[in-house]
């Protein structure tokens, strides 16, 4: 087989497809054509024989197709001497290609699309790349059609989309030095990964790096937000004082059960009730009164320890299911493991180290959740697999479990206040914060329904506003010392600072 001629005008009406190329034509791909005809032309000549007075096209179809649609007059062709049954093969050898890599495909991309020398930023604003989630009616002049016309003009096996999601993970990579990048293009070339994945994982970075910088500047905000704190001498199973939807968080921990007698307690003595029972249907009168004050979606964080006097007594499930039978919407269960918990006897079961911290929300409402972080063990942003095979963004900081490891309390924090200040049950300050960082921002109103020692104070250092019940007036004396404290001490960390 060989070229007979250079290349020449042949009219529409004079050629035809040949027999053994009909047999297999498909027009899938034919809107492709149709656009680079559009902008350009012919760019590639039509490859025919000669069959009597027939011109038959052997390579090119579609550009004969894409011609007649757009009412083409004539094609440029070369003419190739070849038998029927060469024709196939010399298709297959015309359309063997080697795959070129991603770098190589966009940056191909890139110049056709005629922003290779802009600056990065320009590139990425010709490109709608920081929008790439928007409609193609606000794309402007790189409407889908400029996509699809890179696509067909580098036989990309693409859609316009998804070239554009190529392009914003080639950029997104671009920029980074070595020891930075995810790895991503890599899983590319491998194929291990679709585009549209590629482009999630780089999306998800993104969003991790926005909440990254969110939570800096909430923490600064709460920082410098003014304050105050309400505390009140008596049961909060009424709590009048307070409107009702007025509260954006509860938090506190009830007494538990048969476990310890606190002074100054009301004729109640919650916590010393004779059966689970009766303990549990008045932690729930509690918790309504809570319910009342607390506004649509806030949240109860409620920390409560199992009693073993008799045997486990499932004091701790009872009342999670309690607070679901009376309506209130369950968020979590988290366990806090006591590092240097007391130790007590254990028969016919292991050490008790752990107390449950409950958190469940009032119906109606939006819940506001942010993610307490931790550093992970990866040092930048990293591509890695799930034991299914899948991918996922790793990050060099990861949320926090719902298991919470921590000391108990540091009998020092009182004795910075004052010395001689005891209670029972306290709690320490990082378990509060936790969660007031959790489910709160800067500027609310927490209410604590039994303040105890005050360890719900430390949210007056990351501006959230306080109010606390308790019928122990010792210890509202002493909260309203310590709230004092944590008052002064923000105040000269700021002073500090400036």
């Not at 001629?5 to 899938?28: G, K, M, N």
């Not at 991603?102 to 990425?124: F, P, W, Y």
Request: with cysteine.
């Amino acid at each position: 087989m060989k070229s007979l001629s250079s290349i020449i005008e042949i009219p529409l009406d004079e050629l035809e497809i040949h027999p053994e190329v009909a047999e297999f034509q498909t027009t899938v791909n034919l809107h492709k054509i149709k656009l680079t005809f559009k902008y350009f032309g012919q760019q590639q000549p039509v490859h025919f024989v000669k069959r009597g007075s027939k011109n038959q096209i052997i390579d090119g179809q579609l550009r004969f197709l894409a011609a007649k649609s757009i009412e083409a007059h004539s094609l440029q062709c070369i003419e190739r001497e070849m038998t029927d049954k060469e024709v196939r093969d010399y298709r297959i050898r015309m359309n063997q290609k080697v795959k070129p890599s991603i770098i190589e495909t966009c940056h191909n991309a890139e110049h056709l699309l005629n922003v290779v020398g802009n600056s990065q930023g320009k590139k990425r604003d010709l490109l709608r790349l920081d929008s790439i989630d928007i409609s193609p009616d606000d794309i402007g002049d790189f409407c889908p059609d400029r996509y699809e016309l890179i696509c067909t003009l580098l036989n990309l096996d693409l859609k316009g989309s998804s070239l554009r999601k190529l392009m914003f993970v080639f950029y997104a990579e671009q920029i980074l030095s070595i020891e930075k990048k995810t790895g991503v293009i890599d899983l590319l070339d491998k194929g291990e990964i679709s585009i549209h994945k590629a482009f999630k994982l780089l999306k998800s970075k993104k969003e991790k790096i926005a909440k990254s910088e969110s939570r800096k500047l909430a923490m600064i905000e709460g920082q410098n937000t003014d304050t105050w704190y309400q505390l009140y001498n008596k049961s909060s199973l009424i709590m009048d004082e307070i409107k009702n939807n007025s509260i954006d968080m509860c938090i506190d921990s009830h007494p538990y059960f048969q476990l310890r007698e606190y002074k100054n307690q009301d004729e109640l003595s919650h916590g010393q009730e004779k059966i689970v029972k009766e303990y549990v249907d008045n932690f729930v009168k509690f918790c309504q009164q809570k319910r009342k004050k607390l506004k649509p979606g806030g949240v109860l964080v409620t920390i409560l320890g199992e009693t073993y006097r008799e045997g486990y007594q499932l004091v701790c499930s009872r009342v999670e299911v309690a607070l679901a039978d009376d309506g209130w919407e369950p968020v979590d269960c988290n366990i806090w493991e006591k590092l240097n918990g007391k130790f007590a006897p254990h028969p016919l079961r292991f050490v008790n180290a752990y107390e449950r911290i409950i958190v469940v929300r009032k119906p109606g409402g939006e819940t506001h959740f942010e993610e307490i972080m931790r550093k992970s063990s990866t040092e930048e942003y990293e591509i890695k697999k799930t034991s299914s095979g899948g991918h996922y963004m790793a990050s060099p900081e990861s949320c926090i479990t719902n298991v919470i490891k921590s000391s108990v309390h540091n009998p020092s924090e009182f004795k910075e206040v004052d010395d001689q200040f005891k209670h029972d049950g306290p709690c320490p300050i990082e378990i509060y914060r936790k969660f007031l960082l959790a489910y709160s921002k800067p500027g609310q109103t927490i209410l604590d329904g039994f303040v105890g020692s005050g360890s719900v104070g430390i949210g007056l250092t990351i501006g959230r506003n306080i109010i606390g019940f308790d019928v122990d007036p010792e210890s509202i004396e002493f909260c309203q010392k310590r709230f004092e404290k944590f008052i002064e001490d923000k105040q000269n960390q700021l002073q500090l600072a400036a």
